[in-house]
């Protein structure tokens, strides 16, 4: 055991980089440790989330934090949700309302809300 534990500490905002980011791909530093993280802004234009992903969180918490589930893991559950990074206690929410690990992608304010209209309907 060396001294660099701290270094290890999850952070709070990315929660470790759920997603690796290869050098071509479009990333963001996470505000609070600096680390990088992919930046899906793009992506999430495109993709078509599972209702049984989007189901993990209610949607009226999806829209009152603008927060998008993207992919649940097969093997440990652990949940990735894209956000702008604005509120870092929603991540700490969303840990305890889905009751699983919540990893973090960035993705514009926008995107996210266009998202969560094409995946909840506009009301
Ligand atoms: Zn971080």
Do not use: Y
């Amino acid at each position: 055991m060396v001294a660099s534990s701290d270094r290890h500490r999850p952070c709070p905002m990315c929660a470790g980089g759920a997603w690796d980011v290869a050098p071509e791909e479009p990333s963001t530093r996470c505000p609070e440790c600096g680390q990088l993280v992919p930046d899906v802004t793009t992506l999430i234009g495109r993709i078509t989330v599972p209702p049984d992903v989007i189901e993990l969180l209610p949607a009226s918490v999806l829209r009152a934090d603008n927060v998008l589930p993207c992919e649940a893991d097969q093997a440990s559950g652990a949940l990735t949700v894209a956000t702008d990074f604005s509120d870092r206690a929603t991540i700490e929410k969303l840990r305890f309302i889905s009751n699983r690990a919540v990893h973090v992608v960035f993705a514009e304010r926008r995107a996210i809300a266009s998202a969560l209209d094409r995946h909840l309907g506009t009301e």
